[in-house]
């Protein structure tokens, strides 16, 4: 068990670029999510970024010269066969004019030339050599080919100029490869994910909130995107950026969230509500800033619409899977079974907030799913992407059963 990346075997060509040493950071983060990541240093990358440092990341020797002791005669055919998938970053305009007319002189540009893996093509240089139309009829040619290219972002770029040519940061090229390795098992999906807090203000400065920091929700919407769903985020304040290729739609109050999933549940198959909604909203807001010498000050406060039980009655009617959570300091399994009977969900995901490492704010997260007639699974402590991958797996099977039909 794990996320996409875990115990994939993943190649990483490091081509002679100032932003080589970006890629340092990226064989961090893929070891730790636990890739077997193998590199071939181009012999100019060894100019900018040293084999010890890939060692030590790695945790394995990279690979320089296809004649060095390291290397059998068959490296090349065994590295590109074994991989699951083949990254080149940053990918000089050399190696993809190489790639792109076959050209195969080195480790590097032989091993991708022996792979039958995924190839993603990171290309970063100055913008005069990125946008000139040699290297543009190498990526166009590289992409109809079957090549994965992640674009460059624009911005001001090491020799001073700007424009398009930076290598994208490492977090986003993992998340791209996440992408790649994730299984397309809920391709033609429409997946609705709520994610965040919500507010509700009493006068034009403060709000009624919870600690709640959307990771849960937003790495559901972004392992949905990864598996081929087609996602819509519904999400109260939150300071993370909407995961690639899913529709955001920004909400503040409760009340608002409804009217926006109300508005989408009916043409989705899955319903996932990981917002941590505001229960009670002040029964009056203030039009200006409440002064301190408002007094007495006494606040009332009304209940704001559950909008998980309102999915629930709307499911006795529409085919949709419907996940909930519930967020419990005591008798966690006994409350969220509760829940899910008075809800009338499918699954249920219980969060004890008292547990180290689980619940706000934190990375890392350990749940119990309930689904319902069906057993329990405890997570154990993993990180929120791989929690999200675990309930998908889930719902998936119950995805099934819901299109067979009765
Ligand atoms: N929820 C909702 N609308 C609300 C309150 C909660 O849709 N007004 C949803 C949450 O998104 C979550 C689930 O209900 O999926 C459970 O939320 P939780 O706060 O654990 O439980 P409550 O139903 O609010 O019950 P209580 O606070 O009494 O435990």
Redesign the pocket.
């Known amino acids: 068990m794990g996320g996409p990346v875990s115990q994939k075997h993943i190649v990483v060509g490091v081509c002679g670029g100032i932003a080589a040493y970006k890629v340092l950071e990226l064989l961090r983060l893929l070891t730790k999510e636990g890739a077997v990541v193998d590199v071939i240093l181009t012999k100019n990358a060894t100019n900018f970024i040293t084999a010890l440092s890939v060692e030590a990341l790695t945790h394995r020797r990279p690979y320089i010269s296809m004649f060095d002791p390291l290397c059998s005669p068959y490296t090349h055919i065994e590295l590109g066969q074994s991989s699951d998938l083949f990254l080149i970053a940053p990918a000089t305009a050399n190696i993809l004019g190489k790639i792109a007319n076959g050209i195969a002189d080195d480790l590097l540009s032989t091993t991708v030339m022996a792979t039958t893996a995924p190839v993603l093509l990171c290309p970063s240089m100055n913008e005069k050599m990125f946008l000139n139309p040699i290297v543009q009829h190498n990526l166009s040619k590289l992409k109809a080919m079957g090549y994965y290219v992640m674009e460059p972002g624009s911005g001001e770029l090491a020799c001073g100029a700007t424009g398009p040519g930076r290598l994208p940061e490492p977090q986003e090229i993992l998340e791209e490869i996440s992408s790649l390795l994730s299984p397309k098992d809920l391709k033609g999906v429409r997946c609705l994910v709520?994610a965040g807090p919500t507010r509700e203000f009493a006068d034009p400065v403060r709000f009624i909130s919870n600690p709640s920091s959307g990771k849960m929700g937003y790495a559901l919407a972004r392992a949905a995107a990864h598996r081929g769903a087609e996602v819509i985020l519904i999400s109260g304040p939150t300071h993370l950026s909407p995961p690639k290729g899913v529709k955001l739609v920004k909400v503040i109050s409760?009340l608002q969230m409804r009217d926006a999933v109300m508005a989408e549940a009916r043409r989705s198959d899955i319903i996932i509500?990981?917002?941590?909604?505001s229960?009670f909203r002040p029964k009056m807001k203030f039009e200006h800033k409440i002064k301190k010498d408002t007094s007495p000050l006494i606040m009332e406060l009304e209940e704001?619409?559950?909008?998980?039980r309102e999915l629930g009655e709307l499911k006795r009617e529409h085919n949709f899977i419907l996940v909930?959570?519930?967020?419990?300091s005591q008798d966690l399994v006994a409350n969220a079974q509760k829940?899910l009977l008075k809800k009338n969900l499918d699954v249920i995901v219980a969060n004890d907030i008292k547990m180290e490492g689980a619940g706000f704010g934190v990375d890392t997260n350990q749940v119990k799913i309930i689904v319902k007639d069906q057993g329990i699974l405890d997570s154990g402590l993993r990180s929120k992407d791989e929690i999200a991958h675990l309930i998908l797996d889930k719902v998936k099977g119950l995805l099934g059963e819901l299109h067979k039909g009765p």
């Open positions: 709520t409760t509500k990981a917002a941590a909604v229960d704001n619409p559950d909008i998980l909930g959570f519930a967020a419990e829940k």
